[in-house]
């Protein structure tokens, strides 16, 4: 039986990064298309951009996966084709984004970074009177 051949790294490597750049060239067109308000052309656009990822096996960036509706595969802008808010619900918090598109609704976990409370040393401020 043959053996088959191994691919090099390097090719791969080329590969992936091609990939990667042509996904965020197609997510940047499709967000323009967009603010135009032609969704259909976005849709075809991240269409062949998820495509060319599932070729090249390479990953979506999470910057572009995130922006992007898993249903209807249109970008998600804030104010035009998406809804964002913050939800609270006892120690956790999440981000729900809603696409208005489709309707398609998914919620993120999100940590609130914690404030420091400033204490006031009472040896600094009794030198300061």
């Known amino acids: 039986m043959p053996r088959r051949r191994q691919k090099s790294s390097r090719n791969t490597k080329l590969v992936s990064r091609i990939a990667r ?12 298309e967009t603010h135009s308000g ?13 495509r060319i990822s599932m070729k090249t096996r390479t990953r979506i960036p999470r910057k572009i ?3 992007v509706c898993k249903n209807c595969l249109v970008p998600l802008i ?8 913050i939800r609270r619900d006892g120690r956790s918090s999440r981000v729900i984004v809603r696409c208005e598109v ?5 919620r993120y976990p999100y940590k ?18």
Not at 78 to 85: D, E, L, S, V
């Open 21 to 32: 750049e042509r996904i965020e060239k197609l997510y940047s067109l499709a967000v323009e």
């Open 38 to 50: 032609n969704y259909k052309y976005a849709q075809q656009l991240m269409e062949l951009a998820k």
């Open 65 to 67: 996966k995130r922006w």
């Open 78 to 85: 804030p104010g035009r084709t998406a809804r964002i808010r």
């Open 102 to 106: 489709c309707g398609w609704i998914h």
């Open 112 to 129: 609130p970074k914690r404030r420091k409370v400033n204490t006031i040393n009472s040896s600094t401020y009794a030198d300061k009177e």
